[in-house]
Structures are given as structure tokens and as C-alpha cells.
């Protein structure tokens, strides 16, 4: 029977010892503010926006808000972001993505003060975690990360195999599997032979945004199976990269969509935050 890892439970876990975290600071007279900031009106953003600023009342970080319209300039969001790098009781500044077209998105998240930049989006943490240095590192790979160690699932010497190479999750997990001692290779949509690759994994990690493409062809017996995608289906269900039935049989381990690996982001945001404060 493959065991399931349930992100739902662990990420409760890290948002109370947080919770703890927060209390504790505030008695210092320390207290975390993180800025969040949408601009236009997408309605999964909007979700996105509104499940984070829950979750920063739940733990006691303080949250600014700015919605600001679709017509907004690239000037005027980036004379904002100066502002909130600029102002002390701010520890994190979030930019919620996609930005609107006419917004040159890598400006923007270039215009974050790295060490605000709780998303770990910023030039300087990505190479900050490709040479191992203290950083931000992205939130989705960090919860993998989180949710393995937590399920007592060891990543040193395993054959670790990541699909998807974008920026904010195949490359940082491909880092962040290396940095734990795994033997890690990436693949995109060039690799050849794709079934054969990912069979080798005793850790597959699954970030390619194809709704259920990686069945049981694709994964070797008593594998570990981590599935980062998120599909709404017709019928309303959420369902990931990994066709869940097909393969379940077979794994020994694997995270379930939804409550997986989803709800590990917003906790690793958190935890983001936490630690901004902490440093300041
Ligand atoms: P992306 O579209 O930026 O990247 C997909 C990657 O998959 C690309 O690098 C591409 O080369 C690769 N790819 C595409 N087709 C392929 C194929 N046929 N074979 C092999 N590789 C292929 O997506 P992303 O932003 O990295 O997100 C991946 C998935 O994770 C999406 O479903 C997204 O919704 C989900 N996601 C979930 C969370 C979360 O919090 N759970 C966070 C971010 C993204």
C-alpha cells in the first residue's frame, strides 16, 4: 500500500510551529508585515492573494494589501515597490504573478529588495541557492523539499528525477534534490525517452502542467512519487500531473492532488516571512 503524503496535515504543522514563532517574536516587540500586491483582476490570483493573507492572520504576520487596477503603469508598480523596500516594517514584498502583458514581469521581480523577496524569485537568491549561500529559495520546490523530510523520506544518494526546467519550480527542485545529496537529473520537453528516464527514479518529481500525462509506464516499482501540478478538470475536481489511480498501486509513496503539494507553498511563504523578520 503506498503511503500517503499529506501536505494538507504537514503544512499545519509548520503554520503552528510558526504561529508559535510569531508569538514569541511579538513579545520581543518584533513583528512580521508582509506586503502583497495584485494588480488587475484574475480571478485564480484574486483566490491566490486572498488564501495568503489568510494564512498570514492565522500565524499573526501582518498583511498590506495593494490591489491596484489593470491600467496601472510599470512606473507606478515599481515606485510602489521602492516605497515598500524602503520602508522598515515591511520584511516581504510579494508580487502576485502573472503580472498584466504591457508590465515587464522580470523587472519587477528585479525591483524587489532581495532581502524582501519572499517569493525567492530575485537574481540574487536564485544564484544565491545554485551556490549554496543563505537566500530566499522558492516556495513550491522548498515545500517538496519540506514535505519528503517530513515523511522521513530520504533523498541522499537516490536516483532523483525532475520533469519541468521552469524558473519557480523544475530548476530551483533540481537544486534544492542536488543540495540534499540526491543524484538528480532534469527533463524538459527535448528529453528523449522520457519513460525510460523517469523510470529510473526512486524520487520522481512531477512539474510539467500536463493534466495526468505521467502514469505507470513512467514509474519504476516502490518508487516516491511527488506531484506538483494543479488541473481543474470538466467536472470540476482538481487533479495533477500524475494520473493518481493508474500508478498508486505501484509507489510507495506519493503526494495526493489536492492536498499535497499545493498547500506546502503558502506555508513555506510563511516560513519566508518568518525568517525575513527574524533577520532584520
Ligand atoms: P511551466 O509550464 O512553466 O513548465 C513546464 C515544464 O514542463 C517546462 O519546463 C517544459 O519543458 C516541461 N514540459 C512540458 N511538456 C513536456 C513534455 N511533454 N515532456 C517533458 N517535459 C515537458 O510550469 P510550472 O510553472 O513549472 O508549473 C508546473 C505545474 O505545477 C503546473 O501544473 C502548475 O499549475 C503547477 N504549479 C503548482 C504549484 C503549487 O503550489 N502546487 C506552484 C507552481 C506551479
Redesign the pocket.
Known sequence: MATLIDGKRISQEIKDELKEKAASLKAEGKEACLAVILVGEDPASKVYVGNKKKACEYIGIRSESYELPESTSQAELLELIERLNADAKVNGILVQLPVPKHIDEKAVIRSISPAKDVDGFHPENVGALLIGEKGFVSC?PAGVIELLKRSGISIEGKECVV????N???KPMGVLLLRENGTVTI???R?QD?KNVCKRADILVA????PK?INREYIKEGAVVID????RMENGKLCG?VDFDDVEDMVSAITPVPGG??PM?IAMLMKNCMESVEES
Open positions: 513550491t520533469i519541468g526546467r521552469s519557480i519550480v523544475g527533463c524538459h520537453s528529453t522520457l512539474a510539467v502542467g500536463k500525462m506538483v501540478g494543479i488541473h500531473d503539494v499545493g507553498t
